[in-house]
């Protein structure tokens, strides 16, 4: 019975995380650990057994945290941890309803995700891809005036759709190619950040009839799912390039393919899609003009080593009761 009264609370980690994380868990001797020691997403029923009883859930982007999951947990469950600065996989309402508190991880992927959004948009408006292809598999002809010609950033305007750290960060690493404008789209005018990076506020409809290039940088929430439709589409120039690292909901993609494949704009390069991974013979895939990425964004050893170590201490903060150094405001 003594024995029982000493056990620590117990975590449930829904996967192997980078060795920042783990050891700053291991080495809190506040907890006890638990872990889905695989690569791959724990089975859905395997969450459900093993989150019950827990008072800890640290979590990746992949599992779905809602109703059903908090039930299985019961009422010991009061921190979920995420290793993600996105939140969309979190039933909010369903986590304040139960008190649960939330951390995420933010400003630690910025960098990141600003430098695979820019490597992204120059593989897909300079067709990097594609002429690699060519160079390998025999396409490589003679030097031809027109051939592989894509677009460039020198004084073009680049339209950010949701300006928040990560759009601020992709606009100071553009900068130097030569932009011209930057117009953003939000919910509301940011005249602070837009101030950093001299951008002009603007409706999505002018957004999209004068930018060279659009890049998606919001949050998936309701009122951005599905944003980037038809009615978006149809509005750019079809020499446009479309570029989208935050989540594949904010994307009509059944409309994004329309697009590409009738010359309404001229490329996209997707990081993310849904589902994930996108099957081998959806569409998208088909089309010369598309790159697709497998949501690699935040991908440096560095930074996801730095997202583990957050998350592991938003967890044992709110393990403790203590203010998180990131959590979500519920
Ligand atoms: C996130 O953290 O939400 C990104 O999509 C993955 O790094």
Redesign the pocket.
């Known amino acids: 019975m003594k024995a029982a009264e000493k056990r620590l609370p117990r975590v449930y980690v829904t996967r192997r995380i980078p060795p920042d994380g783990i050891k700053i868990l291991q080495q809190s001797g506040i907890c006890e650990i638990e872990q889905w020691d695989s690569d791959d997403p724990v089975p859905r029923e395997e969450l459900l057994k093993k989150v019950a009883g827990a008072k800890g859930l640290y979590c990746l982007?992949t599992e779905k945290i809602d109703e059903e999951v908090l039930r299985a947990a019961g009422p010991s469950l009061k921190v979920v941890s995420?290793?993600?600065?996105?939140?969309d996989h979190l039933s909010l309402d369903d986590l304040k309803k139960r008190g649960i508190r939330v951390g995420?991880?933010p400003d630690v992927?910025t960098e990141?995700?600003a430098e695979l959004t820019v490597a992204l948009l120059l593989a897909t408006s300079r067709r990097l891809i594609e002429a690699a292809d060519e160079a390998k598999n025999g396409g490589w002809g003679t030097w031809k005036p027109l051939w592989m010609c894509g677009n460039g950033l020198t004084q073009s305007t680049v339209g950010i759709i949701g300006l928040g750290r990560i759009g601020e960060a992709i606009a100071k690493r553009l900068k130097p190619f030569g932009v011209k404008q930057f117009l953003y789209t939000d919910i509301g005018p940011r005249p602070e950040v837009a101030a950093r990076i001299s951008a002009e506020f603007v409706s999505m409809e002018e957004l999209a009839k004068q930018s060279d290039f659009i890049t998606v940088c919001c949050a998936l929430t309701p009122e951005t799912q599905g944003i980037c439709n038809k009615k978006l589409f149809s509005k750019m120039k079809n020499t446009a390039v479309f570029i989208n690292?935050?989540?594949g909901a904010v994307v009509n993609q059944e409309d994004l393919y329309q697009a590409l494949s009738n010359g309404q704009i001229s490329a996209a390069g997707l990081d993310?899609t849904v589902p994930e991974p996108l099957p081998l013979d959806h569409p998208l895939f088909k089309l010369k003009n598309c790159v697709i990425l497998p949501?690699i964004?935040?991908?440096t050893v560095e930074?996801?080593n730095a997202?583990a170590a957050l998350a592991a201490n938003n967890l044992l903060a709110g393990l403790q009761g203590e203010a998180m150094p990131k959590e979500v405001p519920l």
């Open positions: 982007l995420t290793m993600s600065v996105g939140y995420y991880t992927l990141a995700v690292t935050s989540r993310v949501h964004a935040s991908a930074t996801r997202m």
